[in-house]
């Protein structure tokens, strides 16, 4: 009798072992990942605060593709449904004032400046036409609203866009409505570690987000993952077992940046210039990029790395 129970329980263990494999699954057929990996990613755009470039803004995207930089940036609605670059779901902290993005019209926002620069929050449809192709976009999408209704709009503006990207967010819904709706687009599922009110979630809601288990509802092509969080066992299983891309955010320091990229991940950087910039460009700093795009004309070649 005694064999028998042992042997129920092994059989129990294996099932809940296969059903978490399962749960932690990426999407089946890998995209091919090789054109983005020739790319380091600028968080929010190449931005600096100290020369006037704010975060999310038009100069910090034409900067970072002069750079040869992809970049990452945040869309959600304004009032009026306008798709907006904005990371927060208020001004409060880029503009100074207290107010919901999706409270305001697209005109009212535009009232506004970022950090108290010249800068204004971006369409989503002038970010494009700025990048035009010329180097890859990772597109967070905000869980502020309708998820439905943000991924709609965003997409008609996408839809032509001949330029390489792919989506992400925190939001499991989104990726998931990329799973149905578009499935050919190549969607990622961002993560940390979420504790009890992250994201307004309950306990059991952060432990299952984090752990990855919410990837047998939105099959995710890859997880952007916190590095500075990243040792969990459904990360590092996925990685191994499934061959699971994984992008590394936000790397603020260089040599977590060489890790990341020695493990094979997309990077998204930031407060410095990785990659061997300085060898791109003559005195390859910040300001020198920012004097090439102040200069009334401007042929500089776009770069990618190695």
């Not at 100069?59 to 750079?67: D, E, I, N, P």
């Not at 503009?95 to 697209?106: A, E, I, N, P, T």
């Not at 009232?111 to 890859?136: A, C, N, S």
């Not at 791109?280 to 500089?300: R, T």
């Amino acid at each position: 009798m005694g064999w028998w129970i042992v042997l129920a329980a092994a059989a129990f263990a294996l099932a809940c072992f296969l059903v978490w494999l399962w749960a932690i699954a990426p999407a089946g057929g890998k995209p091919d990942f090789t054109e983005f990996k020739k790319y380091d990613y600028a968080h929010r755009g190449l931005h600096n605060l100290e020369n006037k470039v704010p975060e999310n803004s038009a100069t910090a995207f034409s900067l970072a593709v002069l750079g040869g930089f992809g970049m990452e940036f945040d869309l959600q609605l304004t009032k009026d449904k306008q798709v907006v670059v904005h990371h927060d779901h208020t001004i409060k902290r880029t503009c100074g004032v207290d107010r919901l993005v999706s409270d305001m019209s697209f005109a009212e926002l535009q009232g506004y400046r970022l950090f108290g620069t010249e800068e204004k929050v971006p369409l989503f449809r002038d970010v494009l036409r700025l990048v035009d192709g010329k180097t890859p976009l990772i597109i967070e999408l905000k869980g502020y609203g309708d998820p439905a209704e943000l991924c709609a709009l965003a997409m008609q503006e996408l839809d032509g866009y001949k330029g390489l990207y792919c989506v992400e967010s925190f939001d499991p819904r989104i990726v998931k409505w990329f799973k149905d709706s578009r499935p050919e687009i190549v969607r990622g599922q961002l993560m940390y570690r979420m504790k009890a009110g992250s994201e307004g979630l309950s306990a059991a809601g952060a432990f299952f987000a984090r752990n990855m288990l919410t990837n047998w509802y939105n099959r995710p092509h890859f997880e952007a993952y916190d590095f500075k969080g990243r040792d969990f066992l459904a990360l590092q299983t996925a990685r191994s077992l499934f061959g699971m891309q994984e992008v590394s955010w936000t790397l603020r320091k260089k040599e977590d940046y060489e890790k990341a990229r020695s493990l094979g991940s997309l990077c998204i950087f930031e407060n410095f210039l990785p990659a061997g910039v300085e060898e791109k460009h003559k005195n390859g700093s910040f300001e020198q990029l920012l004097a090439q795009a102040k200069a009334p004309v401007c042929n500089a070649t776009v770069q990618t790395r190695e």
